[in-house]
């Protein structure tokens, strides 16, 4: 590097640097107190030998005005030693101490040099070293900045050179040359320091923005994310302000990287961050959180009603098809927030109540919506922590039961199958419904110990069925999360009395969006086993149609809400029709769930379906009643062989 390059280099504080701006005030502020505490008491030392010889306001005067000014330095020093170090205070207190490192050399050689006539031959030599030695002591303080160092190299060794150079006495001309050699060296180990200390903190930090940033799509990452909003909210809550956390996840991102390969899901991934870098929101921070799941920050002020139209401009932003190599992707997203102060109180809590705003947000059926965390989202959660709490402390064993629905053949005019529902009955909380404890035990992970007691007690109840009778079970994401609690189901069945292949394992979509190959090596293992795989609330998920090609399922369940309003509503109709039509293509079973009354029934019996479920045969019923409504059913056949009638469904559900 030339000369001039490291001159500029060291002249320049590095505000482009804003990192090796912090670590040199850094450095540099432990070695106040040090290079003050030098400087004075040598001042002292010179001070004393010269008490008697020199004026008063030169020995006791000026030291006193110096150990004013080192002490001052000092104490605003030590004040301030506790604040966070940023590139704003760095920039003040390098440049004060510059500033201060011209005054100081000045008066510093001044001081001495007048002192010099006053003094005998000893005291004269004293003053010598005393120039030389103190500069030293402060070169080497002032390491981290040479520029002050320089300062005081020219404004203090400097003149003392050329001032015992110029006394014309030998040894005072020897003292000069030493004192220049030495200077020149310290000046050379200044710069060979500065440029290996510059070298480090780069090198630092380009650690810090490689642990900071996601390398595929050059947002930051997870990690940085939430320093970035500890440090926002530090500040939120400093000045009062506001914030927003919000949490961005695609949907259908999954089948395209299934089916085009990983490095099109890259392509993919990448023009998403790009879409989202150019957010016309100035107060927008983006990172990639995992996965096709990117978090935002809004550091500013922002109603509901503005987040929502936000959130779906995001949402609008991601449906635009992506022109990728080869292919035109169509994708969509959710979008969760939580506003701070209102909606949250730490980095945490925010993070998690944006997540569960996600979440819900994932439930519309139609996708690519926004919600923002609210009173009653909180008391969702409160409930949910409270089941929670409840199932750690509960007796699984004795207080869980199992209901049982009938699923109906249309063509075989009898009950087939029973899908077995979990019930709890909780001594503290009463009874509680299964959309709300199992999602609590997914949450907690509890499912997994559920799961096995429900499937044990599920069993056992078919034991006393027709033979050719099937059970459904429920899993969910976590039961099919690893192979290990896929093998402990299968152990459990094998350890059973129903053969397998007269279970149905039925599986939701979500469960399997979460990790697709798992999925499917889960569903080949039950597979394997001899039981059958059902995909259950077909149609609420996304992209259903890839899952049912990629994966090894027997059946669909049409999820109830095309149902219910099937006799309203043309497209429901029509989703209805196409599935029922995919499965006979695909030669997959169906099964249409809940089926309430006459005219939802003959409309979907029109269309070709022939297992259904629903409340217009039965509602989940208790083991104990399963033998008394096979009996009753068979009683009801077996006369309407007799009696034609069109309706011999309500007999049964009468029965
Ligand atoms: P699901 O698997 O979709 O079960 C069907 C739900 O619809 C059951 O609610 C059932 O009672 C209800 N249902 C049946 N017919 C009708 C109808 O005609 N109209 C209406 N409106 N609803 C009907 P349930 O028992 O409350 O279960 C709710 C959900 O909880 C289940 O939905 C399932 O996702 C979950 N679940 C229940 N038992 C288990 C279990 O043992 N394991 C797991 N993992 N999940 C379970
Ligand atoms: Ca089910
Ligand atoms: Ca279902």
Redesign the pocket.
């Known amino acids: 590097m030339s000369l001039v390059v490291a001159l500029k280099r060291i002249f320049k504080l590095p505000v482009d640097r804003p990192q090796l701006l912090v670590a040199q005030a850094a450095a540099l502020s432990r070695q106040v107190p040090l290079l003050y505490s030098v400087v004075f008491v040598s001042a002292v030392t010179l001070a004393a030998t010269h008490l008697r010889s020199a004026p008063i306001w030169l020995t006791v005067g000026a030291t006193t005005v110096l150990g004013l000014a080192c002490g001052y330095r000092t104490f605003n020093w030590w004040r301030s030693r506790h604040e966070p170090m940023n590139p704003e205070r760095a920039r003040r207190m390098l440049t004060s101490t510059i500033r201060s490192a011209y005054l100081m050399a000045a008066a510093f050689t001044a001081w001495s040099l007048a002192l010099f006539p006053y003094g005998d031959a000893y005291s004269r030599s004293q003053v010598g070293f005393f120039m030389a030695i103190t500069v030293c002591a402060c070169i080497l303080c002032l390491m981290h900045l040479p520029v002050a160092a320089l300062i005081i190299v020219a404004l203090a060794l400097g003149p003392m050179v050329l001032f015992f150079w110029s006394t014309g006495q030998e040894v005072f001309q020897a003292t000069a040359v030493n004192v220049a050699l030495v200077g020149v060296a310290m000046v050379f180990m200044l710069f060979k320091h500065y440029r290996e200390f510059t070298d480090l903190i780069a090198s630092q930090t380009e650690n810090t923005r490689l642990a900071n940033h996601d390398s595929l799509t050059q947002l930051p990452n997870r990690r940085r994310f939430f320093l970035e909003l500890d440090s926002r909210l530090s500040e939120a809550r400093r000045v009062g302000g506001a914030l927003v956390v919000g949490v961005v996840d695609l949907d259908g991102f999954k089948p395209v990287n299934d089916a085009f390969g990983h490095a099109t899901g890259d392509r993919l991934l990448v023009e998403v961050a790009q879409r989202l870098r150019d957010v016309p929101e100035p107060a927008l921070f983006v990172a990639r959180l995992g996965g096709d799941e990117f978090g935002l920050i809004i550091d500013r002020t922002i109603d509901d009603a503005e987040l929502l139209r936000f959130g779906k401009a995001i949402c609008d932003l991601m449906q635009t098809p992506f022109d990728l190599p080869g292919v035109v992707a169509q994708i969509g997203c959710s979008v969760g927030f939580c506003p701070f102060p209102t909606g949250g109180e730490n980095a945490q809590q925010l993070f998690e109540r944006a997540d569960y705003a996600l979440y819900h947000a994932k439930q519309n059926l139609l996708g690519g919506d926004a919600v923002v965390f609210d009173g009653r989202h909180e008391a969702e959660i409160r409930e949910l922590s409270q089941v929670d709490q409840a199932m750690f402390r509960a007796d699984l064993e004795h207080e869980m039961s199992?209901?049982f629905?009938p699923i109906y053949d249309l063509g075989a005019e009898r009950t087939v199958a029973f899908?077995?529902?979990?019930?709890w009955t909780s001594p503290e909380l009463g009874v509680v419904?299964?959309?709300i404890f199992?999602?609590a035990a997914?949450r907690s992970g509890q499912?997994t110990e559920?799961?096995p007691i429900?499937l044990r007690k599920?069993l056992r109840a078919a034991v006393n069925w027709p033979m050719d009778m099937r059970i459904a079970?429920?899993?969910?994401a976590r039961?099919i999360a690893s192979m290990d609690t896929v093998r402990n189901l299968v152990a459990i069945v094998q350890e059973s009395l129903i053969a397998a292949h007269r279970i149905d394992f039925?599986i939701?979509e979500t469960a399997i969006v979460c990790d697709f190959e798992q999925a499917r090596d889960a569903l080949l293992a039950l597979r394997e086993l001899g039981a059958r795989t059902v995909l259950?609330?077909f149609g609420t998920g996304h992209s259903s149609l890839s899952h049912v090609r990629l994966l090894p399922i027997d059946k669909l369940?049409i999820?109830?809400s095309f149902?219910?309003d099937i006799i309203h509503h043309q497209a429901s109709e029509d989703i209805v029709k196409t599935v029922l039509e995919l499965c006979r293509n695909m030669r997959l079973g169906c099964v249409v769930?809940?089926?309430?009354i006459d005219e939802q029934l003959t409309k979907i019996r029109d269309l070709g379906a022939t297992e259904v479920?629903?409340?217009?045969f039965a509602?989940?019923m208790p083991e104990t009643e399963v033998s008394g409504y096979l009996a009753n059913e068979s009683r009801a056949r077996n006369g309407a062989a007799k009696r034609p009638s069109r309706h011999r469904e309500k007999v049964l559900a009468a029965g």
């Open positions: 199992i209901a629905q899908e077995a529902l979990a019930r419904p299964p959309g199992i999602r997914e499912i559920v799961t429900l599920a079970i429920n899993l969910s039961d039925e939701t259950d609330d369940k999820d109830a149902v219910a769930e809940g089926v309430e479920q629903g409340y217009h509602k989940p």
